[in-house]
């Protein structure tokens, strides 16, 4: 933060640089493969940018390890499918009563359990009391569950089958899917947060696939492994029917040497593009602004030396949740926006290595504790993961060309689609190695 | 009878199964709960530890099958065991050597040490899928059963079926035997002893001349094993898939941390526990609750969660654990 240089520190050019070289590379993709894939990529980099810069919030910022982004992610991603699907009709009716009943029980079940537990005097008596309301509270909920999703699954199971959604602008789901992630990553970092520091590691690591797994098996919520499809896209971005349909629009089209076709899905890419960098800056400026402030002076402090933030009577328990939860919620965003931009919710396809620890990877090659790093190690690391799913085989074909045809290059050929795995763990451990700081270091 | 025919019916789908998986659940749990002991960090890298060391011994099964080596009516893997222990061991020194042994030097945080296990965790990964693919890999071969249906239908005459496969018999075994060895050369050797010193209190192990470097090594060896025998009969016992070995480190935390992580008995215990609640939530209570109350005709099939919420159990247990007792039931260690 002091203003003169110190030795040590990187080139003010250092950042422009890189972004420069990535501009290049998505550049020479689009000259080389096609625009379109170009565009892709980027996109989803950005979302990629978004991830990461929640996941730095928590890393970054105050170095907690969070092995759960893919439920984070799953959760927001929820809410398109809730927020913005037209409703199924007749499902709220058929069963959404008593879905709702279910969870009110289950809720004054746990709350009941909780308060007995902290009222009645330490014994037996105690454990059984809060045992037996356990059992009663999960007894009652099945029966009143367990009718209602079989009702809202039988509506028009091959289409729907779904409660379905409000209905509502898309733009609408985003800050919800944030507050989605914000409420799931509340109630883990009250329970893993103020123990040892890797205990909040696992235990996103089993929200995680808890998350994913319930967006696999409840129908009657996002109908499961069966997939939402035709989520509505936000606000200004068109879709390629309309556009191509927009009188003018073929000549214009033409008039810039594009086919038709190929303009229309251009204009969306762009759109959303447009859309993610607005989002994206808004979110390093609302992050720089609390870095900057005595609020982020404070989360370094205790990043820096608990023991003597702690003993300037900071609450390094609440802060940590706190920031836990804002960067659960960033992740709980990014989520969101990449349904509305694929479309669809696809559960499975949900992967922790590609939604978790390839995030954690974007993090530290940009640079641990740097919002613009963020950005760049989300782009760049989702740059390389593609093509190297490109490049191994066609590397491997030119390795094994020589070699005779038999079961060994058949397998290694078969296997090199795994080489970006490989790459992305020894860039991980090279840049934990050798240059800890990252791509952009903090400043 | 009937209640017999309700014990009978509990042990098949529920005691047999859990136990078995109680017991690969319990060895891999120690393996993580010996990294945390002595290199002081959350081993993510485990369950791929796992699969590599399985896909190892697939490799050299298929290789002494293909060679004409059985091993009669147990699985050929048994023999290719031992081979696949030393090639594992000999990856997890590289490792070390490579990787972690910087990390050691410069006293680095132990989240640091996490997040650079998810790096090793990424390349053993990769290494599994280039050796042996993502496929499905069934590799138990021998004698299927000990007690088949029909042959408990013989000596009993009971129509409620048992069955108890031999990979779930060799599995307890096996693990039993692995536990005692461990155990013995924890509490007898003098190499066991300067682990566990060194354990309790790094600073005065040092002081007393115990040689860190030593420690460490023995304690990678001792894991490459215990993973590599946890990862080969959980294959056996179930099926070989490189991506289910990813997923088994949340039941392996949870085990270690519920007995309290650091603590080896803890372990154990911890990975009973785990098992037995996942197979008793997820197990379909019909046909027992049927001998036991013969009027009660449940419609469903009176099961309390999807199997498909296998994970959540573990993690519910994890979270009970972490509320009520950070420590684990046999109060592990806590930094």
């Known amino acids: 933060m002091s203003p003169t240089r110190q030795p040590g520190d990187p080139s003010p050019l250092r950042a422009p640089l890189f972004f420069a070289i990535l501009a290049l590379l998505i550049l020479l993709e689009g000259l080389t493969t096609g625009w379109n894939s170009a565009l892709g990529i980027l996109n989803m980099g950005l979302i990629s940018a978004i991830m990461a810069l929640g996941i730095n919030l928590q890393w970054g910022t105050a170095g907690l390890f969070n092995a759960g982004a893919m439920g984070f992610l799953a959760l927001g991603g929820l809410a398109p499918v809730l927020i913005s699907m037209p409703p199924t009709p007749g499902a709220f009716a058929a069963g959404g009563m008593g879905i709702l009943t279910a969870f009110v029980v289950a809720t004054i079940a746990l709350v009941l359990s909780v308060v007995t537990w902290r009222r009645m005097p330490k014994g037996r008596a105690r454990g059984l009391a809060v045992t037996a309301i356990l059992l009663v509270g999960f007894f009652v909920y099945r029966a009143l569950f367990d009718p209602a999703v079989t009702a809202i699954e039988a509506i028009n199971p091959s289409a729907a089958g779904n409660l379905g959604g409000l209905g509502l602008p898309t733009l609408i789901s985003w800050p919800v899917g944030a507050l989605l992630a914000a409420g799931a990553a509340w109630l883990v970092g009250k329970t893993a947060l103020g123990l040892r520091s890797d205990y909040l590691a696992i235990a996103t690591l089993g929200i995680a696939e808890i998350i994913v797994a319930v967006l696999k098996n409840e129908q009657w919520l996002d109908r499961g492994v069966l997939n939402v499809n035709g989520i509505p896209r936000p606000w200004p971005v068109p879709y390629e029917i309309d556009l191509q349909a927009r009188p003018g629009f073929a000549e214009k089209a033409q008039a810039w040497g594009l086919d038709p076709t190929l303009a229309s899905t251009l204009l969306v890419k762009l759109a959303f593009l447009a859309l993610f960098i607005v989002v994206i800056l808004l979110l390093i400026w609302a992050s720089e602004m609390a870095l900057k402030s005595p609020w982020g002076r404070m989360m370094h402090a205790i990043r820096d030396n608990e023991t003597s933030a702690a003993a300037m009577g900071k609450n390094i328990t609440r802060r940590h949740l706190q920031i836990f939860v804002l960067g659960s919620a960033v992740i709980g965003l990014a989520g969101a926006m990449m349904i509305s931009l694929d479309g669809q919710m696809t559960p499975s396809s949900y992967n922790p290595l590609r939604y978790t620890f390839l995030i954690l990877v974007m993090v530290v090659v940009g640079g641990s504790g740097s919002n613009w790093g963020s950005v760049l190690g989300g782009v760049l690391i989702w740059y390389l993961w593609v093509k190297a799913g490109d490049w191994g085989p066609e590397i491997m074909q030119a390795v094994m060309g020589p070699l005779p045809e038999g079961d060994f290059k058949t397998h290694m050929i078969n296997s090199a689609a795994h080489m970006r795995m490989l790459l992305m763990g020894i860039l991980l451990l090279v840049v934990l190695r050798f240059s800890p700081r990252g791509l952009l270091p903090e400043k | ?335």
């Open chain 2, 1 to 335: 009878m009937e209640v017999i025919n309700a014990l009978v019916a509990l042990t098949n789908y529920v005691i047999i199964p859990a136990t078995a998986y109680g017991a690969q659940l319990a060895l891999g749990a120690l393996g993580v709960t010996l990294i945390y002991s002595i290199l002081r960090f959350s081993n993510f890298a485990h369950g791929d530890t796992m699969a590599f060391g399985t896909a190892v011994v697939i490799l050299i099964t298929w290789g002494l099958q293909a060679m004409g080596i059985t091993f009669g009516p147990l699985p050929t893997a048994l023999i290719a065991l031992p081979f696949g222990i030393a090639v594992t061991a000999l990856m997890m020194l590289g490792t070390d050597r490579v990787v972690y042994r910087y990390y050691r030097r410069i006293r680095a945080q132990p989240v640091v040490l996490v997040m650079v296990s998810v790096g090793v965790m990424f390349v053993m990964n990769a290494l599994t899928r280039f050796l042996i693919g993502v496929d499905q890999i069934n590799f138990a071969d021998g004698e299927r059963f000990i007690i088949s249906a029909r042959t408990w239908n013989q000596m009993t005459g009971m129509r409620e079926p048992l069955t108890l496969r031999t990979t779930q018999a060799i599995t307890v075994v096996t693990a039993a035997i692995t536990v005692a060895a461990l155990f013995w050369f924890l509490g007898r050797t003098r190499t066991g002893k300067s682990m566990r010193a060194f354990s309790d209190n790094e600073d005065l192990a040092l002081l007393s001349g115990i040689d860190p470097d030593r420690v460490v090594k023995v304690t990678w060896v001792l894991t490459a094993a215990l993973a590599t025998i946890a990862g080969t009969l959980y294959g056996l016992d179930k099926s070989f898939k490189a991506f289910t070995y990813f997923q088994i480190v949340l039941p392996i935390f949870a085990s270690a941390i519920v007995g309290g992580i650091g603590n080896p008995v803890g372990a154990i215990v911890g990975g009973f526990i785990i098992s037995f609640s996942e197979v008793g939530l997820t197990y379909a209570w019909k046909k027992v609750a049927g001998y036991l109350v013969p009027a009660w005709e449940p419609d469903g099939l009176v099961q309390l969660l999807s199997t498909d919420y296998k994970f959540a159990v573990s993690f519910v247990i994890l979270i009970l654990v972490l509320i009520f007792r950070p420590t684990g039931i046999f109060r592990g260690k806590v930094v």
